[in-house]
């Protein structure tokens, strides 16, 4: 069915139109084409292909990289960001035989795509051995072979740069002696742990290069954030030159926002089959695992003939299963498709025709992004936001201009993270020893943490003093890089490795009793030994997730910053966090209620972050006593929204973040609101609030005070995270503290 009239089919279905709180239609957009000078044998090569012209961001690029400068280049998906790096990259080797790059993607599957485009532009050139994949999932007789005699681009992942490229580079010796370029795709999903890890790891990486006399350029691509250069800058330690408007065309996109009257996994289940009925090629994206799973399960219920026809697709599929799903989408054979944000990367599936989002995504960056997966060029699209219960959610359906006017977040990492950079400084020690005249490193500012390294027995001086090595052979074995604290080991009864997760979660998601999900499948936890640092458990089918109660303190090791705002103060420095599991829910999956509660006893988790605090004045204290609020109440209310708004303006999840709320804390004798980065060492999410503190304050008013509840729900101050299972809340005082701090009296 031609978009057109499915979307006047939608418009006459009442229960649909009911359920509809804001529309907008995006107007197409046409191309704006520059020239560029290219060699002729690769205009022929692409006039081959029905490339005859470039878009303006492709060129200006191509130019800048040609100008020997490292380029971020901004533009939305399937705008052609890939040809902006691989004519540089073929030019140098049709220059130079031995030319070489490093291709370095988020994530193992996405490397297939854009070998397959390098790969089919090679051979019309000539050009044998132009790419390989050298990722966790390539034969171990196939790796052999690439490192012997590398191909003039290799595609990897930053685990696998990590751990198995960086660490063997004199097997790499040629190929790191003639690298040219490092093409770092999709830098927006860098941010956090995982993206202050990566700062880590490409700077073990310059200083390869720099051993092997090479200086390669960078070039990154990103969707659209708020801060690509200062990301890229941060990401790999080098200035980038930026371009951030695109040339490339794209249709017409019908937008609809959806507050649904019940379920909104039955909505999303419901237009989904409709959709494919009526010959609508279509992507759900869903926000879990478990959610992807049941839509799919409840979509055969609902219509059993459409079995052949879609396929759920996740994390912990195996890559055959991913490539198979992928091939089939891009064939058409393939109608829909159920996915976690696993596809909502390049990964190319073909011309889709509606996304519908089930949940908002948690950033404008991604939602644009799954957007962006449908259409494509001359094709128009839908895209259907059906809201679930979230603060977030509820903001955008009862406010949709607020979505488009909005700016994007910006992606947060600290590449100075104390507790990720000692690690990694052991790491490069035990790849080329650590010297005075080191060209990466600042030594001076290192010194400190080399002094702390070597007392803790993992450096060792040289017989001068002046240079420093690692007592560990591979301590990169050691370092995950997409987390942060010591590794605990999920194993089965039997003893057999199932996974891994860092101290810091396997508290809250492994502990006796919980329900965790790995790979897809389900686990009950049996025993949790923080000793030797493994969780067992068993296969389970539940219908129900689990969920940590907790207990928290903190203290205040050192104040960095101070921001004034209005009467409110806000600082900002080091925490001590300490916390302690004391129980667990269970909750039904459909609708999150509440089955039954659990008592625990376990060992206190202790770690210091960065963060951000606030007292209450006694004036304003007096205030919410005598307007009859609750103090505790109103202050919990207030730490739950301040944490649910953070990723309007940071690109993070609500997970990222801790706080906590006193009524009476020791340090001041006054009631104060924490909020934390929730990883060691901080990853720079309360520092981006500091700088954003008005505008955080004053959306966190508006979403408490637009929620149309009385006493508060999942919608506005409820936190489906919260370690006190959301007592006690008072929404009302803290739509009063809210307006007294951003200036607004009653009248």
């Known amino acids: 069915m031609d978009i057109r009239k499915f979307i006047e089919l939608l418009e006459k279905d009442r229960e649909f139109k009911l359920q509809v709180s804001g529309e907008r239609y995006i107007r197409p957009v046409e191309p704006r084409h520059m020239k560029l000078d290219l060699d002729e044998r690769i205009r022929a090569v692409l006039e081959e292909k029905g490339i005859n012209d470039f878009y303006s961001h492709q060129v200006k690029a191509i130019e800048l990289i040609r100008q020997g400068e490292n380029v971020v280049l901004m533009t939305p998906t399937a705008s052609g960001k890939s040809l902006a790096y691989n004519i540089p990259v073929l030019e140098s080797i049709m220059d130079d035989a031995h030319s070489a790059s490093l291709f370095i993607f988020p994530l193992k599957g996405l490397e297939q795509d854009q070998l397959r485009n390098l790969k089919e532009l090679s051979d019309a050139l000539g050009i044998d051995n132009a790419g390989e994949v050298y990722d966790g999932d390539t034969a171990a007789q196939k790796r052999k072979d690439i490192r012997e005699s590398p191909p003039n681009v290799i595609f990897t992942n930053p685990d696998m740069l990590h751990l198995a490229i960086i660490p063997f580079h004199r097997k790499w010796a040629d190929f790191f002696r003639h690298l040219r370029y490092v093409v770092i795709d999709e830098i927006h999903t860098y941010r956090g742990v995982f993206g202050s890890n990566v700062a880590q790891v490409l700077r073990r990486l310059r200083r390869i290069c720099d051993f092997y006399g090479s200086s390669p350029r960078f070039i990154a691509l990103s969707a659209t954030i708020a801060n690509p250069e200062l990301l890229a800058e941060n990401l790999a330690g080098r200035p980038f030159s930026v371009i951030r408007e695109s040339g490339a065309p794209s249709a017409g996109k019908n937008f609809f926002f959806v507050n649904p009257i019940e379920s909104p996994y039955g909505v999303a289940t419901r237009l989904f089959v409709k959709c494919i009925r009526a010959g609508i090629r279509t992507i759900v994206f869903t926000k879990t695992r478990k959610i992807t799973e049941l839509i799919y399960s409840w979509t055969l219920d609902y219509a059993p003939e459409l079995a052949d026809k879609i396929s759920p697709y996740r994390a912990g599929f195996l890559p055959g299963e991913r490539r198979e799903i992928e091939e089939r989408l891009f064939s058409g054979e393939l109608m829909g498709v159920i996915s976690t944000s696993a596809l909502e990367l390049g990964v190319d599936i073909g011309g889709l025709d509606c996304c519908i989002l089930c949940g908002y995504p948690g950033s404008v960056s991604s939602t644009w992004q799954r957007a962006g997966r449908v259409g494509r060029q001359d094709r128009e699209s839908i895209v259907v936001l059906v809201a679930i219960q979230d603060a977030l959610d509820h903001f955008f359906i009862k406010h949709p201009d607020e979505f488009f006017d909005k700016s994007h977040e910006a992606a947060v990492i600290d590449p100075d993270n104390k507790n990720i950079l000692k690690k990694h400084i052991v790491c490069a020690a035990s790849e080329l020893y650590l010297g005075r005249d080191d060209r990466v490193y600042d030594m001076d500012?290192?010194?400190?943490?080399?002094?702390?390294?070597?007392?803790?027995?993992?450096?060792?001086?040289?017989?001068?003093?002046?240079?420093?090595?690692?007592?560990?052979?591979?301590?990169?074995?050691?370092?995950?890089?997409?987390?942060?604290?010591?590794?605990?080991?999920?194993?089965?009864?039997?003893?057999?490795?199932?996974?891994?997760?860092?101290?810091?979660?396997?508290?809250?998601?492994?502990?006796?009793?919980?329900?965790?999900?790995?790979?897809?499948?389900?686990?009950?936890?049996?025993?949790?030994?923080?000793?030797?640092?493994?969780?067992?458990?068993?296969?389970?089918?539940?219908?129900?997730?689990?969920?940590?109660?907790?207990?928290?303190?903190?203290?205040?090791?050192?104040?960095?910053?101070?921001?004034?705002?209005?009467?409110?103060?806000?600082?900002?420095?080091?925490?001590?966090?300490?916390?302690?599991?004391?129980?667990?829910?269970?909750?039904?999956?459909?609708?999150?209620?509440?089955?039954?509660?659990?008592?625990?006893?376990?060992?206190?988790?202790?770690?210091?972050?960065?963060?951000?605090?606030?007292?209450?004045?006694?004036?304003?204290?007096?205030?919410?006593?005598?307007?009859?609020?609750?103090?505790?109440?109103?202050?919990?209310?207030?730490?739950?929204?301040?944490?649910?708004?953070?990723?309007?303006?940071?690109?993070?999840?609500?997970?990222?973040?801790?706080?906590?709320?006193?009524?009476?804390?020791?340090?001041?004798?006054?009631?104060?609101?924490?909020?934390?980065?929730?990883?060691?060492?901080?990853?720079?999410?309360?520092?981006?609030?500091?700088?954003?503190?008005?505008?955080?304050?004053?959306?966190?008013?508006?979403?408490?005070?637009?929620?149309?509840?009385?006493?508060?729900?999942?919608?506005?101050?409820?936190?489906?995270?919260?370690?006190?299972?959301?007592?006690?809340?008072?929404?009302?005082?803290?739509?009063?503290?809210?307006?007294?701090?951003?200036?607004?009296?009653?009248?």
């Open 445 to 747: 500012k290192l010194s400190p943490l080399i002094t702390e390294l070597a007392a803790e027995n993992a450096l060792y001086p040289g017989k001068k003093g002046d240079v420093w090595f690692s007592r560990d052979r591979m301590p990169q074995r050691e370092v995950g890089i997409r987390a942060i604290g010591d590794r605990f080991m999920l194993v089965s009864e039997s003893g057999r490795a199932v996974g891994e997760l860092n101290g810091g979660r396997v508290y809250r998601e492994a502990f006796p009793g919980a329900i965790y999900l790995h790979r897809g499948r389900q686990y009950e936890v049996l025993e949790l030994d923080t000793e030797k640092k493994k969780a067992v458990c068993r296969p389970a089918k539940s219908t129900y997730y689990t969920q940590a109660l907790s207990s928290e303190t903190t203290e205040i090791i050192e104040e960095k910053a101070m921001l004034e705002f209005n009467s409110l103060i806000f600082r900002w420095g080091f925490l001590r966090i300490t916390r302690r599991i004391t129980g667990y829910e269970k909750k039904r999956v459909y609708d999150r209620k509440k089955i039954s509660g659990h008592t625990l006893q376990l060992p206190e988790y202790i770690f210091e972050t960065e963060g951000l605090w606030t007292v209450v004045d006694s004036a304003t204290q007096a205030e919410i006593v005598a307007g009859g609020f609750d103090l505790a109440g109103a202050l919990h209310a207030v730490e739950h929204v301040l944490i649910a708004c953070m990723p309007l303006f940071a690109l993070c999840d609500r997970g990222d973040i801790g706080g906590l709320s006193h009524t009476c804390f020791p340090d001041f004798g006054m009631p104060a609101i924490f909020i934390y980065d929730g990883h060691e060492g901080g990853v720079g999410l309360s520092k981006r609030a500091i700088e954003i503190a008005g505008e955080w304050l004053n959306m966190t008013r508006k979403i408490i005070e637009e929620c149309s509840c009385v006493y508060g729900c999942p919608s506005c101050v409820q936190d489906p995270h919260c370690g006190n299972s959301n007592e006690p809340l008072d929404k009302a005082g803290a739509k009063f503290l809210l307006r007294r701090w951003c200036g607004i009296t009653d009248s």
